[in-house]
């Protein structure tokens, strides 16, 4: 039975189908001596490389971690210059193939981030069709009003594509800075931080506190990590926000 190559590669642990789609269409993939393309399918019988390397699915048991993401941190593999990058932080550092990033945080924003063994897992966790939403804690500095809270949920038109929250909870306020709790879906490249823009609302402070069912515990400190247990695991896989 044959299945697409970035799947096949997802199972086998190379990364999310997404990140496996770049290694493709990079020429990284190797099938049966040749370089591999976009749409190339593969069984059991083919011989499949990456880096030099033969790829094998080998049944394993599903882990997902948490990380307490400081800021400053790169959610990358990749490493610029000296800024620390969120493998720095995981078990098993030095073999970063370990573990696959479901979804991303930028540099100067803290707080929960998930890890996986499975990158079909991670491809299931980030698709939006499964409704996995994402709660933020927000700072932020400006004018503040019943209008602008309207926008955030009825969505705001930002280069040419909708930006919307589900929820926003107004919180304490200090001077001229209020802390918000805000949820979102669809988890676009900086997307809290562009709505609050477009309402000329500056952001000084944003931490992710959730992702679905998964909180940031309390205790977690910054940098450090928390396996998942079973339960945890079976309520990601059956979540619907």
């Given at each position: 039975?044959?299945?697409?190559?970035?799947k096949?590669?997802?199972?086998?642990?190379?990364?999310?189908?997404?990140?496996?789609?770049?290694?493709?269409?990079?020429?990284q993939?190797?099938v049966?001596?040749?370089?591999?393309?976009?749409?190339?399918?593969?069984?059991?019988?083919?011989?499949?490389?990456?880096?030099?390397?033969?790829?094998?699915?080998?049944?394993?048991?599903?882990?997902?971690?948490?990380?307490?993401?400081?800021?400053?941190?790169?959610?990358?593999?990749?490493?610029?210059?000296?800024?620390?990058?969120?493998?720095?932080?995981l078990?098993?550092?030095?073999?970063?193939?370990?573990?696959?990033?479901?979804?991303?945080?930028?540099?100067?924003?803290s707080?929960?981030?998930?890890?996986?063994?499975?990158g079909?897992?991670?491809n299931?966790?980030?698709?939006p069709?499964?409704?996995?939403?994402?709660?933020?804690?927000?700072?932020?500095?400006?004018?503040?009003?019943?209008?602008?809270?309207?926008?955030m949920?009825?969505?705001?038109l930002?280069?040419?594509?909708?930006?919307?929250?589900t929820?926003?909870?107004?919180?304490?306020?200090?001077?001229?800075?209020?802390?918000?709790?805000?949820?979102?879906?669809s988890?676009?490249?900086?997307?809290?931080?562009?709505i609050?823009?477009?309402?000329?609302?500056?952001?000084?402070?944003?931490k992710?506190?959730?992702?679905?069912?998964?909180f940031?515990?309390?205790?977690?400190?910054?940098?450090k990590?928390?396996?998942?247990?079973?339960?945890?695991?079976?309520?990601?896989?059956?979540?619907?926000?």
């Amino acid at each position: 039975m044959s299945e697409r190559l970035q799947k096949y590669l997802a199972r086998a642990g190379i990364g999310s189908r997404r990140a496996c789609e770049v290694f493709i269409k990079n020429g990284q993939v190797i099938v049966n001596g040749n370089v591999a393309k976009i749409g190339t399918t593969v069984s059991e019988k083919d011989v499949v490389e990456f880096e030099e390397k033969i790829v094998q699915v080998k049944e394993v048991d599903l882990k997902v971690i948490i990380l307490n993401k400081p800021e400053g941190v790169l959610s990358s593999n990749a490493r610029e210059k000296n800024i620390p990058i969120v493998y720095d932080y995981l078990p098993n550092a030095y073999n970063q193939r370990s573990w696959i990033s479901i979804g991303r945080l930028d540099i100067n924003t803290s707080g929960l981030m998930l890890f996986t063994n499975n990158g079909e897992f991670a491809n299931y966790c980030m698709h939006p069709s499964n409704t996995l939403d994402r709660e933020y804690l927000v700072r932020a500095r400006g004018d503040f009003t019943q209008e602008k809270k309207e926008s955030m949920l009825r969505g705001i038109l930002i280069d040419d594509e909708l930006h919307k929250f589900t929820d926003v909870v107004e919180g304490e306020k200090n001077g001229s800075n209020q802390w918000f709790s805000v949820c979102l879906i669809s988890g676009k490249n900086r997307e809290v931080r562009k709505i609050f823009q477009a309402l000329d609302l500056e952001v000084s402070r944003l931490k992710r506190t959730r992702f679905g069912p998964i909180f940031l515990p309390s205790t977690l400190q910054k940098g450090k990590t928390k396996a998942l247990d079973e339960n945890e695991i079976k309520l990601l896989e059956n979540y619907s926000g």
